[in-house]
């Protein structure tokens, strides 16, 4: 059946053998007991424990027609607006869990978007990707099995395209042609939650032309395929979670992102969903990137309470939560947090079908890049704020093992406490929260990065903004025209996706 | 039947023998042919068009269950999401037709409000305010009127409540209780399209205590019953219109805001749908704001679209239409406008029911709030990067009275001009319509006052985010308590309206 | 003497026979009693009246070297920091007496822009265009004349040079040498006070090539020289002047900008600066912009002093003036405000010396540039700020001509009144100075294109800055190479004017 | 003499018996060995070693009329805008030497701050105050001292006044008089450098009255006194430095902050220069902050050209360096930078003199506290751009110890690599200068915090404004009152220390 307990999560990544994965120069070859990985594994359970909690139980199951069960949310695919308004309100909900990214969004989009490429790819008389992709989702869902989703490739120059580039492997591409199927070689980079699950989904990350044909591939293997490394990278603050402590770095869940390289690998033709269709990727990248650029409003609006409830609470501690100012801030908090959320809903209720069959309903383009184009800013900005009300004490407090050292223990409780209704561990414990969370790589950078950057929203909005029609509007009311007798609302353009 | 062509609506209030309005100094006997007021009857006339036009027909109509027939969608009551996102992709449709506010949102969102509340109010046993309503909403529906919401009070001393006035009359207030009616007295300020419409629905502006019971009072009557005086407002620019010419200030739509002064005014029993009580006054300004707040989603996107098609087109009468920096103040501007109408959907979207019947549904009052706390500072920002676009000529074109002047008409044709495919008449309109519409009182003070200063948004949001949620919040995951039960996804409150 | 009183300037700009000034399509003989430049003129005498007043008497006057007297400030040459500081500081202090532009800066900053470019033509051996400007500026002191500055040409299609527009008169250039002088043809827009100064100063406006050699010109002629016309450009709200009213337009100083046509002018030799020297015409505008652009620090913030204590005015004439959010507020203000000052004060003060003898000294380029580019953006935030203390009045406040019709003027006083301390009268007024200055071209859209676009300032601002050090300082840093030896402190650039 | 090398400051401070300093919970005996404190050491020389290095050697020495000799600047009291000047290049300059806060700005602060306050006492008759501060003075200098400043106390219940605390050491005060001296109690929080100095001055963090007499107290002490223990704060990244390495976390400097802990330490009468002079507490916080607003504009400015040159850097490394929105954020991170530093100097160029002397120049109030605000909220922004331009490999990059492992090595070497030029250490090494400048507590909390929380500036910005002036200007303007006499250019009040 399709729905896993995090129990049963936890035990089916714990041994993996062939998987490759080091964490600061090291094979680490349990990742649910890596100080280093265990927030990451912790964060992907919540997704499956979800399910069961009370709280969210509703949110986090739907019926999948393709398997006649209830399924895992994230490994459904989207058949209404309610289905994308329903992601965006489980992301935010299981912020609120986790604390942070739980990292199995972006397979979830690359399921979503698979459905369609491969369905249009179908029309046009390619049936078998379509084919292979539908027993993929089927097994997948069946098997409640958690994935990653890889799309961005390490690029080299970015001002090349892959084939012309100084290093052949620096876009994922295909080496060899077998009969039972192809051998790939490259690396992906950025890759969120790369060490913690079952399978990765690989999708090319750019629009191709004839000669990137090679570069043209998508497909599905297990994480423990022979070929593949991964290497986890670094983020703000890691090092505190091999401390053994249980206050400044231990008990938080964290994602993490790894660099997941292909040396070679070998990939079962069932398991490819795009071959050599190199018209095909722009269309794929725009898909996936708008599905994921729409799931931001959800899971960073969600950190954004808590950054919302740390700053209220360390207000209260320090008795200003009453303060004009304090006030002030705090609600301008609540006001920048919610506009993303807004634009978020509006992506998915505002949404339209692509394809037919159990999938294929795709958000707004325009709004879900609106939606990120506003993480992009926001949270830089939420995040200023919090430290404001927190107080200088967020770049200074002393650490947990000055609290448990028995020679000073008494000193840090006497003036680390502030209200004396709070105590100095509590004080500590939230400062600690806020930093974690408020200054964090997946509150800060991935908010500015994570499914394109900025400057890929902008190209996207100029693209689908129509201007001309804007224009035209502006002429009929200056009198240099007649009124335009489009019927259209929004002077926006279709999407490639869309044409 | 409940659709008035807009000359018929011109028709209509072309006289009005009682009605005194005052322009600048002077009685002015027919609306439509005041120079000053006449934009303002255009774009009041172009919601009663919109009902014919082949773009807008099917947004602008809608079937009402009270009377049996389709009536203009601006006298309609609001029954689901659909209708709460037709209002906002109306408005913005509209804005396109117009350039400017077309006046008709305030009676719109007073008869959805009134609706709810005297609703509220049959329940608990005072039934014969609904009872009124009912009446007077299907008479205004088949007539198809123009109507005036009043609610902003001239307030004498912000600080202090009706009451506590030195000036009695600076909220309107019931000064005589008759068999027949009641007698009310005092003024309404910043009332939109006052002088073109044919009735005027009151509406109290704040909440209320016991003390304040006489000013607590809601009814309707027509533009010109005795006692009833319109004061026109100035606004920027407004003596152009005087001069005319037919670029300068004439062709374009305006609206207009007055001064609605009550001098003791009758209103019989049957246009009354809230007495003395003051309980009901607090929810019903809370119901009011939030659906207005929720429209400029519309109106102001829509200004926002002409703003941009107003700098793209005179980026290429200049030939930098395709420079990188002026495409990304153009791609900048997409986006501040697509983020207003973003929230409004989300808050149409995500509305709630308020009371059963053929009317009662409400938006989401937080993301309402948001949509307008947006709209109190992205026009500025879009005007700013317009002017940029458009050159320093926007502060000092000559008038169109030198284009005309045969001495040196060729002189600024010759000097107007950039890219020669556009002439400098081309020029000079477009400039003045982006003079006209990006610094207007409509794009620029409206927008940070019209349904509420940017303070009562944050209050609201203050009080609809539950900061006591967000704080459990944080202190699950800083190990400082259990995880909340709450089943909400949003952390935020019920508003007064709905508990 | 240096000096003359303001009565002096305004008797000797009454009549000038020959100079064609046109004002919405028509000619003025005498601009000191037309009622839409009047307001100019009186703003442009302040600058000679500051000399003469108590207050500003010390700052107005400065000692010239060159003529052995005291002379009016805006007529005289910088050698040192010291100079720079009271320009912009008399700036601040004359836009409290006039809260409006006061049109003689230009001319003063091409003064001095003339004094540095044709010092290093001599040096280079080229003497007669200094021996030219010496005399000339000995006379403008003597005579204590009024000048314009005339930099902005009409430009064209503006991505082409000067020499490759289709309209070869799209820059101002010589026609024809003479004997006696040059005949010049073409045309500046955008220029201050144009239609109010006894002479214009003419100079290029961009960098040429040898190409463009006719364009590099350099002049100075009464405005009253055959074949000179102005074509007076209007201004928001210019027509309010008109109305013979004495609050809604007419008591405040304006300024204007107008088009000054050359239609084949004479110059005689002795009054030409610069001739056929492109290669010098680049520098030019470095440095008159650069000039331009500190100045802007000064009367910028010399408004917002105005829009601050207006909006400072109006809270206490409804009694919210000590609310915490009007306090955060009115505090933002002046943030804002004191920003741009302060990087005038810089630029000043770290200025640097360009040329010898009675002049040459010169701002500070990156702090000139930073100035104006706070400029573009802060007024427009600043002004945001000053509607949203003032309340939607702003927008809607009746006309004077209401408040003196006997009929309706005691419904204007009772209901317009806040505070009982205050009158409707003096609200009024506020509010009309709130808005004629706030929404005022000179106070928005001359902030964003004086003294150059913001893209202008960026592409000074990346050119001045030494990324290539800062890139070594960082590179030092990472352990990637050695520290570099630079002594510099701020990683700036020489500027091409410093070279 | 009063210049010491670096090395002979890191001999000095090597072994002090008494010094109780703890980091994360233990003992630290040498902090020139911490791996933990070694970063901070070093930051702490460079203030040292300028005074002997070629490019700074003239900014980081001065002459000292107090001991007749050249000291260090850090040392020095200011007598003119010139010294004010040169301390804010001398901390820009600094900082590129350093990538981090030095750290010895707050003892210096503290010097020029005493010597006005203990003047002022000794011109009220309390002369020994004054002649204990000139003999300690000559004394630092002549030993050339390390000091740190602590004034912010740990404050307890931020609404109530010292002597209102429940925890009535939550502010430091003598708790006994002796004839030698007195005893202190309490704790000094965020003490920048707190473990390695020599010296601490303590003085008070707030104004006071009469009952918190006893909390009005400042003097100085060694740091190893009996009763004293620093704690050692946390801060972003901290464990990083106790790996090993070389790349990611070991080689930059860095401040650290503490929190210094008075268990009833004695003072000698001739190190204490306040005592319970409560009515000077207010004035000494106002000048010392000032003081501190100030130097921001140097240390952070300083930081921006570090994380600009970073940025720069890795844009070049993957060939996007001259891509038009690049270099749109490039100069708009200049433009932030080169604000915040215009202010600083405006702040020291328009200083003003408090008191005769050796010292007693003071900087501009208003300009002092326009810097910090503006460092309250440009560096988030600059790193915010700075995110942008790296890519997301800011936050998912491997470890030092993946680019070392030779399994691995080649992949890492491999895929890390962008444009051939450069290699993958290159890239690596640059990307964590970037983390571990942009994203450190020292350029965002502390850049908000340091000197005063933001409402702390805009408090003392509202006083100094003169509301009042500035209100009057608008009347004049309105006709609603005469021009202020006033000859004050700006309207700015005086602030209390120049009462």
């Known amino acids: ?3 896993r307990t995090g129990e049963q999560y936890v035990e089916g990544i714990k041994y993996r053998q062939h998987a490759a994965i080091y964490v600061m120069g090291k094979r680490v070859t349990d990742v649910t007991t890596s100080p280093f990985l265990k927030p ?3 964060a992907f359970k919540a997704t499956f424990d979800a399910a069961f909690e009370e709280d969210t139980r509703e949110l986090a199951r739907t019926y999948s027609p393709i398997i006649g069960e209830e399924v895992n949310r994230f490994n459904s695919l989207h058949t209404g ?3 994308l308004v329903a992601k965006v309100k489980l992301l935010r909900k299981l912020s609120h869990k986790t604390g942070a ?3 199995r969004c972006v397979g979830w989009d690359a399921l979503n978007t698979l459905y369609i490429v491969t369905k249009k790819l179908a029309e046009k008389g390619k049936k078998a990707y379509h084919d292979n992709f539908m027993k993929y989702v089927a097994d997948v869902q069946r098997k409640d099995l958690a994935l990653a989703g890889a799309m961005t490739d390490v690029k080299g120059v970015r001002t090349l395209r892959p084939s012309e580039q100084p290093n052949p492997d620096a876009y994922v591409h295909v080496v060899e042609e077998r009969d039972d199927g192809i051998i790939v070689r490259g690396a992906k980079a950025n890759i969120t939650g790369a060490a913690v699950v079952d399978e990765v989904i690989v999708m090319p990350t750019r629009a191709m032309t004839e000669k990137d044909e090679a570069y043209a591939v998508s497909f599905a293997i297990p994480l423990d395929s022979p070929g593949v490394k991964v290497i986890v990278g670094r983020q703000l603050n890691d090092a505190r979670r091999l401390e053994g402590g249980d206050i400044d770095g231990l008990p938080y869940m964290f994602n993490h992102e790894g660099l997941i390289v292909f040396e070679d690998v070998f990939v079962p033709w069932e398991r490819v969903f795009l071959y050599r269709d190199w018209r095909e990727a722009g269309v794929l990248v725009e898909i996936f990137s708008s599905y994921h650029r729409q799931g931001y409003a959800g899971c960073k609006s969600g950190l954004g309470d808590v950054v919302i409830g740390a700053a209220y609470n360390l ?12 006030q002030e801030k ?3 908090m609540v006001f920048l947090n ?3 959320y807004s634009a978020g809903l509006a992506a998915s209720w505002e949404g339209r079908k692509l394809a037919d069959g ?4 795709w958000v707004n383009p325009m709004f879900a890049n609106v939606t990120k184009h506003l993480v992009t800013r926001f949270p830089y900005e939420i995040a200023r704020l919090s430290h404001d009300i927190a107080g200088g004490i967020l770049g200074t407090a002393p650490s947990e093992f000055d609290l448990k050292n028995p020679e000073i223990r008494q000193l840090v409780e006497k003036y680390l406490q502030g209200v004396p209704e709070f105590t100095a561990e509590a004080r500590l414990r939230m400062i600690r929260l806020l930093e974690n969370v408020s200054i964090s790589a997946g509150y800060l950078i991935e908010s500015v990065h994570g499914a394109g950057s900025p400057q890929a929203q902008r190209i996207s909005m100029q693209r689908l903004y129509d201007f001309e029609i804007a224009e035209s509007i502006a002429k009929y009311l200056a009198r240099l025209g007649a009124r335009p007798a489009d019927k259209r609302v929004e002077p926006h353009k279709k999407s490639d996706a869309e044409r």
Chains 1, 2, 3, 4 share one sequence.
């Open 40 to 42: 990451s594994v912790l």
């Open 338 to 340: 919610e506009t993303m």
């Open 101 to 103: 990214c739980f990292q």
């Open 81 to 83: 607006p309610q289905d």
């Open 315 to 326: 207000a209260k501690q320090i008795g200003i939560a009453d303060k004009p100012h304090v």
């Open 358 to 361: 159990p999938g294929g309903f």
């Open 1 to 3: 059946m399709g729905l």
């Open 330 to 332: 705090l609600t301008e």
